[in-house]
Every structure is written in C-alpha cells, then in structure tokens.
C-alpha cells in the first residue's frame, strides 16, 4: 500500500505562491489517481484538484476545482514519486489544511465537492499540511 506524506506548507501574504508536496513511499504514485484536498475548522473537506494516474486509463489528466482553476496546478514526477500542487495568487480563503489522498475512483469523483467522504473510497491519506494565507 502507498505511504504520502505532505510538505511545503506555510504562512504566505495574499497574492502570493507556494508549492505542495505529496512524496509517496511503497508503490509507485503513477499508477494512482492522486487528489488534493483542503479543510478548514469546522468545514467539510474540498475536492479541489486531482491527477490520473495509469488505474484510469487517462493516465496524466488533470482536473481543478473552479474555486483553484487558472491559480493551482497540479503536476507529477514519477522519478521523484512525488506529486505536486503549485499554488499562485494565493488569498485568504486558500488557508487551509491540504491534504493529498490516492484512489481507485476517477478523479471527477471527488473534484469540484465538498464533503465527508467515504474512507474506503481511498487507499491512502497523508497527514496534512497547513498553508496560510494572511498579511
């Protein structure tokens, strides 16, 4: 089973950019449908990006939430077996617990909504990182 763990999280001002990394240890990423997501206290998680990996059969595809799309981009590097999500024009209602999580179900699944979702939908989680966005 695929481990992930988070990194790149911070304190950034409005307006400006960070990189998240989910580095995944035990399988190879690629072969996953790897989604991000975002919490904040109180709130329910955010489907808000996710790449397909060779499980799909549209190995590479990417797909954004409209609350993130033209701002984040999400990419991978299977030597690193790592995926990344660059985030720009970052503002206050971007902070956030992001959180990486791989599953078998297509990336239109869980992208654009918000929700408890289901544990058994996913292989595996990482443990989070916290980006804030604040001047």
């Known amino acids: 089973q695929v481990q992930l763990v988070e990194s790149g999280g911070g304190l950034v001002q409005p307006g400006g950019s960070l990189r998240l990394s989910c580095a995944a240890s035990g399988d190879t990423v690629n072969h996953y449908n790897v989604n991000w997501f975002r919490q904040t206290p109180g709130k329910e998680r955010e489907g808000i990006s996710c790449?397909?990996?060779?499980?799909?059969?549209?190995?590479?595809?990417?797909r954004y939430a409209r609350s993130v799309k033209g701002r984040f981009t999400i990419s991978r590097d299977n030597a690193e077996n790592t995926v990344y999500l660059q985030m720009n024009s970052l503002k206050p209602e971007d902070t956030a617990v992001y959180y990486c999580a791989t599953s078998f179900l297509a990336c239109e699944t869980f992208v654009g909504y918000t929700g408890n979702f289901p544990l058994e939908d996913f292989d595996s989680w990482g443990q989070g990182t916290q980006v804030t966005v604040s001047a």
């Open positions: 790449i397909s990996g060779s499980i799909s059969g549209s190995d590479g595809m990417t």
